[in-house]
């Protein structure tokens, strides 16, 4: 617990201190690592800790990204009231699929949202009166500087708060619920836990920071397509990130998106081929080695002590 | 009237490919009790093999189908038996959830790798039998028609090998009940095996009969994948007749709504979201699908 904060906090430090060293490029690098950081750990929260896949995460930070730039553009909407409504459309995207799909076990949430994924692509192309389709939506930018360093510290500052948020949460006692229903949903609905309201629940807050770091992005990109943005590929990235970090940790959410984040930008000389090593690295890891790459090397060095562990008191 | 019976020809041919795939995925959930998330792109390496076969060796396309069909059998044989098999050994916690993940990685590890070896570009096929025959006062392309042939060929074999031979017996055992079915001396990874093979080659073949239709590119596979698990809802998770079915109704929903329900330029651009909303409607109506039992989980 005590480690976790400590952890945190240094995290943080060299968080804040990125700016001072990286300069222009590398701090673009660093601002879309961040995105990606959000955009995985909203996954993690609902895949790793409630146990309920979602191939739409990419989809819902798309709907946050064109109903903020669309209202910006067509609504002269104030810019910060634009990225709430951005947030708020994807939870309520996200409320509607969640009461939709969630009432099913299985594998229906994944069914659907693959497919509501190329959806919402289908229709922002057919739209292209409003949304210009594939020839891209050019949208205001967040601060009139040409510098970059503010898009970081507004990227850190969401990234940190929307982690505390989730942290918060899957702390109390619907973190509980949450595992308790990854787990096993007969047993948790025994116990007296709603089962299907939880599972909403879950789906509801993921999609709000999907779509939190979707309006996000499309102020600070400047021009945004669909294709660019929710490809199915796309997400098979965003996955490869979760899952390379640790699909049971925020942190390793984290660190698996700045990770693949800058290996894909490093390795650029590979061309396409940086992928195929990522979805590689995906299946081996999944096949292997099940809590990721980062998060076992975390417990075997920082948490060495292993405190005796209860569900309740598991590492969010 | 001769434009809407046009319409849904067509429509028919296209569910005919349709369900090729779909009743692999069907196959496939009936038996190891999973969605392959990469069927999608097995039908696309379906395509590309096909096309390298008969453009690189000469092969006629036709028979390049069928080669196809083996080199992706092949590939699902290895898929089943380095990913998947865990999950009937008792090697992996929370199955479902291992299903979903590892089937849809390899789907995009497939679509990257097809992206890196073969190009970002739409290639065209051979033709199957260049030319267009007419019917009165219809008239269709020659390769569409013997598409519909062999689709409707293949799975009336199909068809044949499950319901009247031993190997389908074993399949349908093992689809029942697996520990009964290892009980009277059925090896059921073995049928895992054959039965992720057979499907994963029927979307294989699916890929290699839309080549000279359509075009064929590494990200071709993304949305027959995407039909295929509306269809297997649609039509209940694991029957192949609903499979069948739910099959020609897409085909014909998205041949004639794309010309009745909106204006046309609109209606094409949506003709690939129809599956979703239909899909969106069977989940909210009934579940379980037309023909579908009780969603059956692994074990």
Redesign the interface.
Same mark, same amino acid.
Request: net charge positive; aromatic share 18%.
């Given at each position: 617990m005590k480690k976790n904060v400590i952890g945190a906090g240094i995290a943080i430090l060299i968080g804040v201190a990125v700016p001072l060293v990286f300069r222009s490029y590398w701090l673009h690098v660093a601002i879309i690592a961040l995105y990606y950081a959000l955009l995985a750990s909203s996954w993690t929260m609902l895949?790793g800790f409630s146990?309920q896949?979602s @191939?739409a995460t990419m989809a819902l930070g798309g709907i946050g990204a064109y109903t903020s730039a669309l209202l910006v553009i067509n609504v002269q909407l104030p810019m910060w009231l634009a990225l709430i409504c951005g947030a708020l459309a994807a939870t309520v995207v996200g409320l509607l699929i969640g009461v939709?799909?969630l009432?099913?076990?299985?594998?229906?949430l994944?069914? @659907?949202t693959?497919?509501?994924s190329?959806?919402v692509r289908?229709?922002l192309?057919?739209e292209y009166q409003l949304t210009r389709g594939d020839m891209g939506l050019t949208v205001p930018h967040l601060y009139t500087t040409v510098s970059k360093t503010p898009y970081y510290y507004t990227m850190l500052g969401l990234l940190v708060g929307s982690l505390l948020v989730m942290w918060t949460v899957l702390r109390s006692r619907y973190g509980l619920f949450f595992r308790a229903i990854?787990e096993q949903e007969e047993a948790a609905a025994v116990m007296g836990v709603n089962v299907v309201r939880y599972k909403i629940m879950a789906f509801v807050i993921s999609s709000f920071f999907a779509g939190l770091a979707g309006s996000f992005f499309a102020h600070y990109i400047g021009t945004l397509t669909p294709n660019s943005m929710m490809?199915?590929?796309r997400m098979?990235?965003l996955?490869?990130m979760s899952?390379i970090g640790g699909i049971e940790s925020l942190a390793g959410a984290v660190a698996g998106a700045v990770l693949v984040e800058f290996l894909q930008e490093y390795l650029r000389a590979l061309?396409?081929?940086r992928?195929?090593i @990522?979805?590689?690295a995906?299946?081996l890891i999944?096949?292997f080695s099940?809590n990721g790459l980062i998060y076992p090397i975390y417990q075997r060095f920082a948490a060495r002590r292993v405190e005796p562990r209860t569900v309740a008191d598991a590492e969010a | 009237m001769d434009f809407f019976v046009a319409q849904a020809l067509n429509g028919l041919i296209i569910g005919l490919l349709y369900a090729l795939i779909a009743i692999g995925l069907s196959l496939i959930f009936s038996v190891l009790k =999973?969605?392959n998330?990469a069927h999608g792109e097995c039908c696309m390496m379906g395509a590309f093999v096909s096309y390298y076969f008969s453009t690189l060796f000469g092969i006629n396309p036709l028979i390049a189908v069928f080669l196809s069909m083996v080199v992706v059998f092949l590939l699902g044989v290895a898929m089943q038996y380095? /990913?998947l098999r865990?999950l009937y050994t008792g090697a992996? !916690? +929370?199955k479902? !959830? *291992?299903? &979903? =993940? &590892?089937t849809? %990685?390899? %789907? &995009?590890? /497939?679509?990257? =790798?097809a992206?890196?070896l073969f190009g970002?570009w739409t290639k065209k096929s051979q033709d199957f039998l260049s030319g267009v025959t007419s019917i009165g006062f219809l008239t269709v392309d020659n390769n569409r028609l013997v598409v519909s042939f062999v689709a409707i060929a293949i799975v009336l074999a199909l068809l044949l090998i499950i319901n009247k031979t031993f190997v389908g017996k074993a399949l349908r055992a093992v689809s029942q009940d697996r520990d009964a079915a290892a009980i009277v001396g059925i090896n059921s990874h073995r049928i895992n095996m054959l039965a992720f093979g057979v499907g994963v080659a029927l979307a294989g073949g699916a890929g290699a009969l839309i080549g000279p239709i359509f075009l064929i590119s590494p990200?071709m596979g &993304?949305?027959p994948g995407?039909k295929s698990?509306?269809i297997i809802?649609l039509g209940g998770m694991g029957s192949i007749k609903g499979a069948i079915i739910g099959s020609l109704l897409l085909g014909e929903i998205e041949s004639l709504g794309s010309i009745y329900l909106l204006d046309p330029t +609109?209606g094409l651009? *949506?003709k690939?979201?129809f599956?979703? =909303?239909l899909?969106?409607i069977v989940?909210?109506v009934k579940?379980t699908g037309l023909f579908g039992e009780r969603?059956v +989980?692994m074990e």
């Open positions: 895949a146990g896949f @191939f939709l799909v009432r099913m076990r299985g594998p229906y994944a069914l @659907f693959i497919a509501f190329e959806l289908i229709t192309n057919a990854r490809e199915i590929p098979g990235l996955i490869a899952v061309e396409m081929w992928f195929v @990522f979805g590689l995906l299946v999944l096949r099940q | =999973l969605v998330f380095f /990913f865990p992996v !916690e +929370r479902d !959830e *291992y299903a &979903i =993940l &590892i849809f %990685g390899l %789907g &995009i590890f /497939f679509q990257n =790798l992206m890196s970002p990200m &993304i949305l995407i698990f509306v809802v +609109r651009a *949506y690939n979201a599956g979703v =909303l899909l969106a989940l909210l579940p969603h +989980r």
